[in-house]
């Protein structure tokens, strides 16, 4: 039997077999032989019976033996083919006995073929530490009898016999640990193949996670600033009846309707991409620090009536390192949200009085951002909130591998709410 023919293509994709090598189908989990060997083992018993039959021997029998018995050697080895991927290291035993007898009751072809195969499916299916030792053994059998027949037989035709013992031997060993290894390595590259795949997915997963909180931040600390003011002046141009501060009320809040207008588009712009059709613009650029001075003049107006006074300290030196052009634009982004959500809160949340805004740099370029607002006991906020701005605003800064902090303490001026975030400089951000 060639320990070649397709039907064991199957070894290169464990618990698989092929039907004509075309399509593959997964292997039932049987006690009984597969198809193929049961072929196998039939034809071989079948080609065995013909060759005695025909008295197709390949010598005389040796050491007084009947030449009946290479039948009893030919069932054997049939048996073993039976057995050559249900229990290959069974069917290689079972084997080797059965050639030795064969070779000395005169041999038949079909015997020995068989015996290739049984050692091929031995090296192929059997386990792994087993089968890897089977090729080398054959190799130093086929010596031992080399030189065994050279000492006993000193004859020209030693070499043939040599050669059918290394045919019968190696070869079929040889074969098998090649394509074993192929499949091995076969299995192997799938393996990495799906965890690759599984990695990528998670990947991909955080990499939407990510996305999806920070539009969200995004989305939040655009528009609830403007919404906030909104409603803080709606209600008050409900609650007092003046027609001045009606008046007053209702520029505030179309002011903040087309700015919060204006924000929108840009979040749109950005996640709909950069547009080339004609008559289309790039978004607006993000905003920075630059820009605080008309988020505070827009916080006092909204705060006017609220008592609220707001005051930027600005410490910063202008030349100094992540200033000016050469700033970091996502620690700009994020000072300046953390400094408007902040605001916004103090505009829901804070009582009458003063709401310092400080900013400072480090030697280094490292940015502290610092918000203190009058804190007491309300019996509610101005204005509704969704409960995420300090939870966005801690994101802002751990992004950045910074520190954040917010909540009530004590001072001189009594008790305030203290939001502080200190922000990495730009060669911190690059190096984490």
């Known amino acids: 039997m060639p320990y070649g023919d397709d039907p064991d293509v199957e070894a290169a994709v464990p618990g698989a077999v092929f039907d004509g090598g075309v399509t593959a189908r997964p292997r039932a989990a049987v006690g009984r032989p597969p198809r193929f060997d049961v072929l196998v083992a039939g034809g071989g018993l079948l080609g065995g019976l013909l060759l005695w039959t025909l008295d ?4 005389p029998p040796r050491l007084g033996l009947p030449a009946a018995l290479t039948l009893v050697s030919l069932t054997t080895m049939s048996a073993a083919e039976l057995m050559r991927r249900t229990a290959p290291m069974a069917a290689l035993a079972l084997a080797v006995p059965a ?7 005169g041999t038949l072809v079909a015997t020995v073929l068989m015996f290739t195969d049984v050692v091929y ?14 090729p080398p053994h054959s190799v130093l059998v086929t010596v031992l009898a080399a030189i065994a027949l050279a000492a006993l037989w000193q004859k020209p035709q030693v070499v043939m016999a040599v050669i059918g013992i290394a045919l019968i031997n190696i070869a079929p060993a040889w074969t098998g640990i090649m394509l074993r290894n192929h499949r091995d390595a076969a299995q192997a ?5 799906e965890q690759i795949a599984l990695l990528a997915e998670r990947d991909r997963d955080r990499a939407v996670a990510g996305e999806r909180a920070r539009m969200a931040r ?6 609830a600033n403007h919404l906030s003011a909104i409603a803080i002046h709606s209600t008050a141009a409900q609650a007092i009846d003046d027609p001045a501060a009606t008046r007053e009320a209702l520029g505030v809040i179309r002011e903040n309707s087309v700015q919060g207008l204006a924000e929108m588009r840009r979040l749109i712009g950005l996640l709909r991409g950069p547009r080339t059709a004609e008559g289309d613009t790039e978004p607006a ?7 605080l001075e008309a988020l505070i003049e827009q916080a006092r107006t909204s705060g006017r009536s609220s008592g609220l006074a707001f005051v930027l300290d600005d410490a910063r030196s202008p030349t100094g390192p992540g200033t000016g052009p050469h700033r970091a634009a996502p620690a700009e982004l994020a000072a300046y949200r953390i400094v408007q959500e902040s605001l916004t809160n103090a505009l829901k949340h804070a009582a009458p009085g003063e709401v310092l805004v400080r900013l400072a740099q480090d030697r280094g370029g490292a940015l502290t951002v610092a918000v203190r607002s009058p804190f007491a006991d309300r019996p509610g906020p101005r204005a509704p909130g969704t409960g995420t701005g300090l939870v966005g605003m801690r994101e802002r800064a751990a992004l950045l591998g910074g520190a954040f902090e917010a909540g009530p303490e004590s001072g001189p001026a009594g008790r305030v709410w203290l939001v502080r975030a200190a922000l990495p400089a730009a060669g911190e951000e690059v190096r984490r």
């Open 189 to 193: 590259a799938r393996l990495r193949a």
């Open 285 to 291: 650029a993000t905003p920075t620090l630059d820009g």
């Open 56 to 59: 197709l021997h390949g010598g």
């Open 99 to 105: 050639l030795a007898l064969d070779l000395c009751a």
């Open 218 to 223: 995004e989305l939040h600390d655009m528009v």
């Open 121 to 134: 499916a031995a090296v192929l299916y059997g386990p792994a530490h087993v089968a890897r030792r089977i």
